[in-house]
């Protein structure tokens, strides 16, 4: 059974930076693309970036391209996203979450969740 993990979400300023963590644990990390999603009070969740451990591709919502960055960590099994220049309207919950097919904004697209770790960006 997939397990993921995340820690490292807090309070930022906006214009600050956050870092984020997943953990993945009970299968092969190189077979899953990796993503995080996130989920503000009252909107539907929503992909933010993801990474296909096996050959390093990344993919970035509009919304967080150029600020935020995904990467892997194979040895430590771990998904990591850099968020930079943060914004009052990233604040939500963000979830890591793992799926044996492609990368993929869509949620139901992927079987495993973490069980999210709250950002919250002040203005």
């Known amino acids: 059974e997939v397990q993921l993990v995340e820690s490292g979400g807090g309070l930022a300023q906006a214009g600050g930076s956050l870092r984020v963590s997943c953990v993945v644990s009970?299968?092969?990390?190189?077979?899953?693309?990796i993503a995080w999603f996130r989920q503000a009070p009252g909107k539907e969740r929503e992909g933010v970036s993801c990474i296909t451990t096996r050959n390093g591709n990344t993919y970035y919502a509009d919304s967080v391209k150029g600020r935020f960055t995904i990467s892997s960590d194979d040895a430590k099994n771990t998904v990591y996203l850099q968020m930079n220049s943060l914004k009052p309207e990233d604040t939500a919950v963000y979830y890591c979450a793992a799926s044996r097919l492609h990368c993929s904004g869509s949620p139901p697209a992927f079987g495993s969740w973490g069980q999210g770790t709250q950002v919250t960006v002040s203005s």
């Open positions: 009970g299968t092969t990390f190189a077979n899953y693309a």
